[in-house]
């Protein structure tokens, strides 16, 4: 309360300003010398003081204009001075070129085009506006107002999606990873991880995003392995006048700031950059380069630090190059501390029950750049170069009880320490050309690599000594007990869409009514996996030491205490799938305006699947492989009826389905601490029904209120489970007939007030909020899931909720803004999320299922413009720092009824971090 009352205080405190501003940029030529770029020419708004000059190559740029009709004058030493009137549009660049000379310039010399700044709320909301299709976008201007430093946070901001605590997964309407596709500039993405068919979007720094396009229905040109919402990011490009920023920022985690010591495991370095080798002879434990013991990390800070710049070319009269350059790094650190029990009884037992310390270290470095070569007004060719490395630390501890120790009170300890690496490359090149006034098309080709490694990932397990003293040894009942583990995934994916449009039946406006589409769209991916897992038998009570020894284990497996002629032994196990994952597609779909109302668009789109997969694991060492290869029509129509200028109705319904991904399919056992998955080589694709009404109300151009209905139906869904065993352990199958999920949505954005006072300079306080209300129930069926796989379910429930899947989700946040003279300006800005229960596994055997408790987030961010070159920020993000709980609900369970029991419980702490941008 206290911490409520504070910021409250701080935020009303504020004298907030708000301004939709638009820009006017330009080149100036010398028509007395050939046209060369005229540096030093002077621009003006006439009647004020408020101007600049043209730099070496003739560009110039006046920013920060309130929208209205302006005189530009041009001016230079023994040249005419020119008048020319134009008009500046909110969030819109304004371009004018001039040529200069000892005469004036005739009117049709002077060339004055108007873009769009896609990355403006104002321009995303006229898009939306104006669309057929359901469209949802988040720009860059809105991520840096309310504090998003990464993808994943980005489209949380958007209504009926969330974010899954520490795994990253993104669930839409309730609908977790598999239903999701990923995309850069509308190419597909491959996964960092080999449990997620999406890369996980919080290693993408906002630094790279012009804006992150959400779209929940579906649409003929994209791909149809599709039931929640494809997320495209759109890389940034260059516009305006050339600048190079540099940023830098400072912040800390309060869990981190509270702990005396911050331990990471020995040998990844502090960029993110290291990684471990497998040795010679890996069965021995002390052939290693790295230590098994923990080491203190003194870089417990949060730092951040970019690089970023941009031009533009003049290449001729209609050709120009724009370069965009941005290259960043960030390191994140976390502490977590708390319960953390699993293999749950019907009972109420936990046969493991724990105390868990972990400490975390994030890094992640960015490289991308952007060319984008105007060749005329006609066509033009965008080249995306991307490159980024993200690492992940994990050092673990776990304290407590495991019914596999030996002992009356089988009491132990593990420590593990796990460094994770993705490296992505990724190369596009799009192309647009207008053939005609009737014909268009585009094309675009991408091809990525990525590279996902766990080098050296290490463990070990502790017990007392079998003597009843105080002593420990290595307990070595399974291989995960002590082991050093080697894991690589990589996935090479080469894409390619291709499509022709022609516009047809001119209206009496002289616009065309009808506009077809053909187009082809493929992709062939390539996955690798393997691992390598070195298990170490110590044998129990030779070697024994007291619970300060658990972190000199080097000492306890070196040459002299290992010795496998003495009763020590080791193994290792190799596991494997590769694969390949090829669609191609022909697609078409007609949007056709029958009147200034009603617009249809009518799409189809044919897909031929091939999956393949091949693994080679402990329970089939010979090897086993399947192939999956449909032929899918997948139609959609999408209709919108305008009802006045302010006001839209849409709707929209489409067949899709979605396909297991290669891990779930591979009969491989992953390990963690106290859980382990299994795949099931029976699983086969969902079939996904959709379908979405909307009402959309615009009372002004930053203003929305839009109130959405959906439905689905899922045909054979595939949901994460618990086995039908002692093991405990999570497999996956298709659990049911089907799915049914519908729901409500809105989005609000209103201006509390916004005005401007006699100098011109605008004041807003505003709100938005959006939220959904969903509707689940899916059918749970013993017999299906033992006659299609083989083995028995013996579900708790007869039907239950989807995994991952949220009854209500909300966002609000409210904005105060104020601008000065000379470029300055103040912006705070309050946002809160939450997100209610969710079912994570479903319950066999009598067990409840397990659920993950609600959760509310609170974040502060304070920004402002010093200079039109100097900018700094503040931030308080996680004010509340609630506790992330995972529990049973045992006590809804139809037959064995016992008090819910807490299967994890932690707090991530609150961030206070700095930032300063200086812009040359």
């Given amino acids: ?250 912040g800390a985690n309060t869990n981190v700031l509270k702990v005396d010591d911050f331990y990471l495991q020995d040998g990844p370095s502090y960029s993110g950059f290291g990684y471990g080798k497998v040795p010679s002879d890996p069965l021995l434990p002390y052939n290693y380069a790295t230590s098994w013991d923990r080491k203190s990390s003194k870089n417990t800070l949060n730092n951040n630090y970019s690089l970023t710049g941009g031009r533009k070319f003049s290449l001729g009269d209609e050709s120009s190059l724009g370069t965009f350059l941005t290259a960043s790094f960030d390191t994140d650190n976390k502490y977590i501390e708390g319960i953390y029990r699993t293999n749950i009884t019907a009972q109420g037992t936990a046969n493991a029950d724990y105390f868990r310390k972990s400490y975390k270290h994030n890094t992640n470095s960015t490289i991308m750049g952007t060319a984008d070569y105007k060749i005329n007004n006609n066509n033009s060719i965008l080249y995306t170069g991307l490159f980024l490395n993200s690492s992940s630390q994990d050092y673990s501890e776990y304290d407590g009880k495991n019914i596999e120790f030996p002992g009356l009170d089988p009491i132990g300890f593990i420590k593990r320490g796990t460094f994770d690496k993705t490296q992505l490359l990724v190369n596009q090149l799009l192309g647009k050309h207008k053939y005609s006034e009737q014909w268009n098309a585009e094309w675009n080709i991408g091809y990525s690599i990525l590279d996902n490694t766990i080098p050296d990932r290490m463990q070990n397990t502790f017990v007392p000594t079998s003597d009843g003293s105080s002593s420990y040894t290595f307990f070595k009942n399974t291989s995960i007990n002590n082991h050093r583990y080697f894991q690589s995934l990589n996935e090479k994916e080469f894409s390619a869409n291709l499509s022709v449009s022609y516009n047809f039946n001119k209206n009496v406006d002289d616009e065309f009514k009808g506009k077809a589409t053909l187009g082809y769209s493929g992709k062939m991916k390539n996955v690798d996996f393997n691992s390598q897992q070195y298990s170490f038998f110590p044998e129990t009570n030779k070697t024994t030491f007291t619970r300060d020894g658990f972190n000199n284990t080097d000492l306890y497996l070196n040459d002299t205490n290992f010795d496998l002629s003495a009763g020590d032994s080791s193994s290792k196990l190799s596991q494997l799938y590769n694969g390949h994952l090829n669609i191609h597609t022909a697609y078409g779909n007609v949007l056709y305006n029958f009147n200034k109302q009603l617009s249809v668009i009518i799409g189809g789109r044919f897909e031929q699947i091939e999956q393949y997969v091949y693994f080679n694991s402990l329970d089939f060492p010979d090897g086993s492989g399947n192939t999956y290869a449909p ?123 916004n005005f401007n006072n006699d100098n011109n300079l605008n004041e807003k306080l505003s709100f938005g909020f959006n939220g959904s209300y969903m509707y689940q129930d899916q059918d749970l069926n013993n017999t299906k899931v033992v006659t299609e796989n083989g083995f028995g379910a013996n579900f708790t429930y007869q039907n239950s909720k989807l995994s991952g899947a949220s009854d209500f989700l909300a966002n609000s946040d409210i904005s105060y803004l104020k601008q000065f003279r000379n470029g300055k300006d103040i912006t705070a800005t309050l946002t809160y999320a939450y997100v209610s229960d969710k079912l994570a596994v479903i319950g066999t055997s009598e067990r409840g299922n397990l659920i993950d408790k609600s959760i509310s987030r609170l974040d502060f961010i304070l920004k402002s413009n010093l200079s039109k070159k100097l900018k700094i920020g503040l931030s308080y993000k996680n004010i509340l720092d609630p506790t992330y709980k995972r529990e049973t609900d045992q006590s809804k369970a139809p037959l064995i009824k016992t008090p819910d029991v807490l299967a994890s419980s932690y707090k991530i702490g609150s961030n206070l971090s700095f930032s300063i941008n200086y812009k040359f």
């Fill in 1 to 250: 309360m206290k911490k409520l009352l504070l910021l409250s205080i701080l935020f009303y405190s504020i004298f907030s300003y708000a301004q939709t501003t638009g820009s006017v940029v330009g080149k100036l030529t010398d028509k007395e010398y050939n046209d060369e770029p005229l540096a030093f020419a002077n621009v003006l708004i006439k009647g004020t003081a408020k101007g600049t000059t043209s730099d070496i190559d003739g560009l110039y740029e006046i920013a920060d204009l309130p929208p209205g009709t302006y005189t530009l004058s041009f001016s230079f030493v023994g040249y005419e001075t020119q008048e020319i009137q134009v008009t500046v549009v909110a969030n819109k660049v304004t371009q004018v070129n001039v040529p200069m000379g000892a005469s004036a310039a005739s009117l049709d010399e002077i060339v004055i085009t108007t873009t769009t700044k896609r990355e403006s709320e104002t321009a995303l909301l006229l898009e939306q506006k104006k669309a057929v299709a359901f469209k949802a976008s988040i720009g860059a201007d809105e991520l840096s107002r309310k504090g998003v430093s990464d993808v994943a946070t980005a489209v949380t901001k958007v209504s009926g999606i969330s974010k899954q605590e520490g795994s990253g997964n993104i669930f839409v309407r309730g609908l977790g990873d598999r239903y999701n596709i990923t995309t850069l500039n509308g190419l597909p993405l491959p996964s960092n991880n080999p449990s997620n068919k999406n890369i996980i979007l919080d290693i993408f720094t906002t630094d790279i995003v012009e804006y992150v396009g959400i779209s929940k229905t579906f649409e003929s040109q994209n791909y149809a392995d599709f039931g929640g919402a494809n997320i495209d990011i759109v890389a940034k490009k260059f516009s305006g006048a050339p600048f190079i920023t540099i940023g830098v920022g400072l």
């Fill in 631 to 753: 032929v899918k029509f997948l139609p959609s129509i999408i209709a919108k009826y305008k009802l006045n200028e302010k006001q839209n109705l849409k709707f929209a319904a489409s067949n899709t389905y979605t396909l297991p991904q290669f891990k779930e399919k591979v009969k491989i056992l992953f390990q963690e601490v106290g859980q382990s998955y299994e795949g099931n080589d029976k699983l086969y694709a969902s079939t996904n029904y959709n379908a979405d009404l909307s009402w959309e109300l615009y009372p002004s151009n930053d203003e929305i209120l839009t109130v959405t209905a959906f439905g689905k139906l899922i045909q054979n869904p595939i949901n994460e489970m618990f086995t039908n065993s002692s093991s405990g352990n999570i497999t996956y199958a298709n659990t049911g007939e089907k799915a049914v999920i519908a729901g409500i949505e809105i989005e609000l954005r209103k201006n509390i007030f």
